[in-house]
């Protein structure tokens, strides 16, 4: 087999947690999310007990069942969708993401401070190179057809209202013309200047919509080119 999805259970409290692992089953290995790696130093190791729920021939397989487990059996100690790479804070709590996002920006801003001008801009180069071009999955993925299933009875249990149609319409037409002029507009987000959205973006681990909603809200402004 390639590898294993498995289950860690607090004995005290009953929290679970759900990974996976490449190789053969190893009782003593627990995972290594944050949040179990909390509850692991405050309960004791011998309070958790893991089991190895199922086996997969590939990575693919095994990336996909543990979205499927995740998503699932709702474990609590889990903050990632799982599967290979998106969002890590997915499933996170708002107080362990403001902790996180603060740490992050902290770190950001030591880093800017200390880089010259030129750094900056070569910074902000090498992020801009390295989305040019990028896929959105690895060179030969596939989804299974376990979860292109999924994926088609989500869109098909989604209905739109006319009149959403509408405004979406509208705002696509509204936005024509504008995008590519934001992502290159440097935008400056808690006193630190990046290079525009898609740049921020990558650099502070969200999504573009989220720098956008930042915005929208007033927490991050465009800056003129100097």
Same mark, same amino acid.
């Given at each position: 087999?390639?590898?294993?999805?498995?289950?860690?259970?607090?004995?005290?409290?009953?929290?679970?947690?759900?990974?996976?692992?490449?190789?053969?089953?190893?009782?003593?290995?627990?995972?290594? $999310?944050?949040? %179990?790696? +909390? &509850?692991? /130093?405050? *309960?004791?190791? @011998?309070?958790?007990?893991?089991?190895?729920?199922?086996?997969?021939?590939?990575?693919?397989?095994?990336?996909?069942?543990?979205?499927?487990?995740?998503?699932?059996?709702?474990?609590?100690?889990?903050?990632?969708?799982?599967?290979?790479? $998106?969002?890590? %804070?997915? +499933? &996170?709590? /708002?107080? *362990?993401?403001? @902790?996180?996002?603060?740490?992050?920006?902290?770190?950001?801003?030591?880093?800017?401070?200390?880089?010259?001008?030129?750094?900056?801009?070569?910074?902000?180069?090498?992020?801009?190179?390295?989305?040019?071009?990028?896929?959105?999955?690895?060179?030969?993925?596939?989804?299974?057809?376990?979860?292109?299933?999924?994926?088609?009875?989500?869109?098909?249990?989604?209905?739109?209202?006319?009149?959403?149609?509408?405004?979406?319409?509208?705002?696509?037409?509204?936005?024509?013309?504008?995008?590519?002029?934001?992502?290159?507009?440097?935008?400056?987000?808690?006193?630190?200047?990046?290079?525009?959205?898609?740049?921020?973006?990558?650099?502070?681990?969200?999504?573009?919509?989220?720098?956008?909603?930042?915005?929208?809200?007033?927490?991050?402004?465009?800056?003129?080119?100097?």
């Amino acid at each position: 087999m390639f590898g294993y999805i498995y289950e860690t259970t607090n004995l005290v409290n009953g929290k679970t947690y759900i990974g996976k692992k490449k190789g053969d089953f190893d009782s003593t290995y627990y995972g290594s $999310g944050t949040i %179990l790696q +909390r &509850a692991l /130093e405050k *309960y004791g190791k @011998e309070n958790f007990e893991v089991i190895m729920l199922s086996v997969y021939d590939t990575e693919h397989e095994l990336n996909d069942a543990e979205v499927m487990f995740i998503e699932t059996r709702n474990p609590t100690y889990n903050i990632a969708k799982g599967g290979e790479g $998106g969002d890590t %804070l997915a +499933r &996170a709590d /708002e107080e *362990y993401k403001r @902790e996180i996002v603060a740490k992050r920006n902290q770190g950001l801003k030591n880093a800017w401070s200390n880089c010259s001008e030129e750094q900056r801009k070569q910074w902000g180069e090498n992020i801009s190179k390295s989305k040019k071009g990028k896929a959105t999955l690895p060179d030969g993925y596939r989804h299974s057809e376990e979860v292109k299933q999924r994926i088609r009875e989500s869109n098909r249990n989604v209905t739109k209202s006319d009149e959403w149609k509408k405004n979406h319409a509208n705002a696509m037409k509204s936005r024509r013309g504008k995008s590519l002029v934001n992502r290159q507009t440097p935008v400056e987000i808690d006193e630190v200047v990046y290079p525009g959205v898609i740049a921020a973006a990558t650099a502070l681990n969200v999504s573009r919509q989220a720098i956008n909603r930042w915005i929208k809200k007033g927490k991050a402004k465009y800056v003129k080119k100097q």
